[in-house]
Structure formats: C-alpha cells, structure tokens
C-alpha cells in the first residue's frame, strides 16, 4: 500500500489482510505493517511483485512509474493494481514561472480498479491524473454490489488488454494528457512485452 505525499516522501505498507466480503479493502483489524519510506528522485519506477493499493500527490516535477508486475515459470498470478483514493499531481512553477512537468504511470499485470469505496476527496469524485496500462485486464471500476456509483474525474491516458469498465460510475470525464507525447513515465512500456531490467530490493 503506497501513499504518495507532496514532500517526495512515500509511507509503503505491508497489507496483512483484506475484508472478507471485500478484496478491494484493507481489513483495519489486522493493521499494516509500516515500513522505513521511500524519497522520490526527479526520474523514479517502484516495481511491486504483489497487489498494490495506490494514492496520494505526486510530487511536481517527478516522473514515476509504479509497477505490478510478477514474472515467473507458468501461470503465475497476474497482479491487480487498486486505487484506493484521489491520486493527483501537485502544481507548481519553476523558476521561469512555467508549470513544473509531472508525470505518473501506473501499469498492472492484471486489472488496475478503483477500490469499492475508495477516498473521494471533498469534491466527492475519484480524480485520477496519470497513464494506466493493464497489460491482461482491465481498466475502471466495476459496479460492486451494495456499493455506490461514484463519479470520475481522469486526466492523463488509459491502455487495458479487455477494455475500460465503468459499470459503477454515476459521470466520468477523460482527458489525454498532452505531456506524455514528449515525456513518458520512465521505462514505461511501449512495446507489445515488459521485461524488468534491474531493481533495488526493499526489505
């Protein structure tokens, strides 16, 4: 569980348990375990062997890629990306007075989703600012039952093998971000393969 702060500072969690009746929520009876967190360089990629529950603010000016990915013999699962709350870019200016560049992506092996009851923020909608690749499934929200539809707000750009789900979605506005035309998030695929060439491994 990744939570993005303005400060380039990143709380990772370790998931002990998800709801029984829920898979997309964190069971809070058995709480996370909180490991030393991650600063952000200008130029950063997390890459994530598991699950991934994702929100927060992404630093201005950063380029990242958080990544879900597992290779291995086989079958092997395919990892599920959830957005867990409104993750949005931080505006701010360089010295020229210009709009400093910030750019996310977030790519899955399996299906990126918004959580079941995901943080919507005071303006009561899911914001979304980034690039989401699902490389095998999905990219949305399906309609949970019992579950409320939300309203979503994007800004950036979507990629999925099987499609854009928006069963649980009251009203949702896309917009493509132009900077990804000159600036993609790093090592982010572009090909029809994703191969992982090196990672420092968090204990």
């Given at each position: 569980h990744l939570v993005f702060h303005e400060n380039r500072t990143v709380d990772v969690y370790l998931v002990k348990k998800v709801k029984k009746n829920d898979a997309t929520k964190i069971d809070e009876e058995e709480p996370e375990t909180k490991t030393p967190h991650l600063t952000l360089l200008d130029y950063s990629a997390i890459y994530i062997r598991n699950d991934v529950w994702v929100e927060g603010v992404i630093p201005a000016g950063v380029l990242l890629t958080v990544s879900?990915?597992?290779?291995?013999?086989?079958?092997?699962?395919?990892?599920?990306?959830?957005?867990?709350?409104?993750?949005?870019?931080?505006?701010?200016?360089?010295?020229?007075?210009?709009?400093?560049r910030t750019v996310l992506g977030l790519a899955a092996e399996g299906d990126i989703v918004a959580t079941k009851q995901p943080s919507?923020?005071?303006?009561?909608?899911?914001?979304?600012?980034?690039?989401?690749?699902?490389?095998?499934?999905?990219?949305?929200?399906?309609?949970?039952?019992g579950a409320p539809d939300i309203a979503l707000d994007m800004y950036g750009a979507v990629a999925?093998?099987?499609g854009f789900v928006l069963d649980g979605v009251s009203?949702?506005?896309?917009?493509?971000?132009?900077?990804?035309?000159?600036?993609?998030p790093p090592y982010f695929p572009t090909g029809d393969s994703i191969v992982i060439?090196?990672?420092?491994?968090l204990e």
């Open positions: 879900a990915h597992h290779e291995g013999e086989g079958n092997p699962r395919q990892e599920t990306m959830f957005i867990n709350g409104d993750i949005t870019y931080k505006k701010e200016n360089d010295a020229l007075g210009n709009p400093k919507l923020g005071t303006n009561h909608t899911l914001d979304i600012e980034g690039a989401l690749l699902s490389v095998k499934g999905t990219v949305g929200r399906p309609g949970y039952e999925a093998k099987k009203t949702s506005t896309l917009q493509y971000d132009p900077n990804f035309i000159m600036i993609a060439d090196q990672w420092t491994e």
